[in-house]
Structures are given as C-alpha cells and as structure tokens.
C-alpha cells in the first residue's frame, strides 16, 4: 500500500511569491491534515480538510490556504511568502474521523530567500 | 487553551529503558498518541492510548492516567535506531479534528 506522497520535496522562492504544495493520501483516507515544523521545532496544525472541505484551521494568517479535491488529494497555497516561512510542511491523512493515527508524507522543505 | 508539556532533551545508553512524560491540559481530551521522528525525516505513528492503563508494543509501550492528565512512552532495551525526537499529542474533536503536538523529546542512545 503506498503511503502519504508529497511534492516538490523541495521549493526555494523569495520573499512575496506564492508557494504551492501538494500531497496524495493514502488510499482510502478521506482526511487530509497540514502541518508546519519550522526548523529544531514541533508541528504546528495548519489545515484540516476532509470530503473536499475545510473544517478547521489553525493560528495562521489567510495568506495560508487549500483545497482538497474529488480524489482527496490536496494542495496548500502559501500566498505573499514571507522570510518566516521557511519550514517543513507535513501533510498527513486519516480515515474519516480519525484523528488520532495520522499517516505523515516525507514532507516539503520550503526555503523563502 | 490547549498545551501539552515534554522534556526537551533524554539521553540513557544502548540496552536501557528510558522515560518520555507527557503532561497535557486540553479541552475535550480523546486520548494521547506519540510519534517517532528521525532526523530530517516524516513523524512515523508508535501508539494512541484512549483509555487509562498501558499498552505494549514490542519494546515500546505508552501509558496514560487521564485523571492526571499524564502519559509516558516507554522505551526498553535502546538501540541507537531509536536517537530520534518524539512528541506526544491529542486530538481535539467536537468539530476541531486536530492534533496538537508537544514540542518533542530529542532522545540521544549512547554505546
């Protein structure tokens, strides 16, 4: 069974450009979670999407946004990057309604310059 | 709010046990799951404990006491594969189906 898949696994831009991430779960996996771990630090939720639509969103400024699409797969959008950015962004998935074992994908590096 | 407490930093040697407390304070608390992360690597899934008592699995094990609000991973005979972070977290539910990370135990297993 293949796992959480993520693409790029790395992505430099600079400081103002836009940042676009994205993640395929695993077969069978409704839900889709991101997370960011910036650098020595722990996971921070970002988004939860779950049968294409967002339920809930942590602490972060608008400029931070998705989609989940008809395959579960998801996109995040990273808008007006800014230099603290910077980070590995996880995605991980779940069957509906399970929160509590997500599967985590390799992750993307995000490096803003 | 929402806060769950680890050590920063555990170092014991090849072949021992060693400790990783978990402290939370959460509203609508399910239960406490831990997660290994290697160096560079993705969190890889160890447990999740919803009832009080200890759960085993293989060398590892986790506990929980939801009276007190506490749990623990177990690690027995260490192997220096097991130099990771790990971070405890709970789900939140009642329509905030997330979890919330500790900031993480950097284990460093000597010879």
């Known amino acids: 069974e293949a796992g959480v898949t993520q693409s790029p696994t790395h992505l430099i831009k600079t400081r103002g450009q836009q940042a676009t991430l994205r993640c395929s779960p695993i077969?069978?996996?409704?839900?889709v979670y991101w997370y960011q771990q910036a650098l020595g630090l722990g996971l921070q939720f970002l988004l939860w999407y779950d049968e294409g639509e967002e339920r809930n969103r942590g602490n972060f400024p608008p400029r931070f946004s998705g989609r989940q699409f008809p395959n579960y797969s998801s996109e995040l959008n990273v808008n007006a990057l800014e230099l603290e950015d910077s980070a590995l962004y996880l995605c991980?998935?779940?069957?509906?309604?399970?929160?509590?074992?997500?599967?985590f994908g390799p992750g993307t590096r995000l490096l803003v310059l | 709010g929402q806060s769950l407490e680890q050590p920063s930093e555990v170092t014991a040697v090849e072949g021992a046990i060693v400790q990783i407390n978990c402290t939370y304070q959460t509203s609508g608390f399910y239960g406490l799951s831990w997660y290994q992360q290697h160096d560079g690597g993705a969190p890889t899934f160890l447990s999740y404990?919803?009832?009080?008592g200890l759960e085993e699995t293989g060398r590892f094990s986790s506990f929980l006491s939801r009276s007190d609000s506490y749990g623990y991973l177990l690690l027995q005979e260490l192997q220096m594969k097991d130099s990771a972070s790990y971070f405890c977290?709970?789900?939140?539910?009642?329509?905030?189906?997330?979890?919330?990370f500790g900031a993480g135990t950097r284990l460093a297993v000597h010879p």
């Open positions: 991980a998935s779940s069957q509906a309604g399970g929160p509590e074992t997500q599967y």
């Open positions: 977290a709970v789900p939140t539910s009642g329509g905030y189906n997330k979890l919330i």
């Open positions: 404990n919803a009832l009080d």
């Open positions: 077969s069978g996996h409704t839900s």
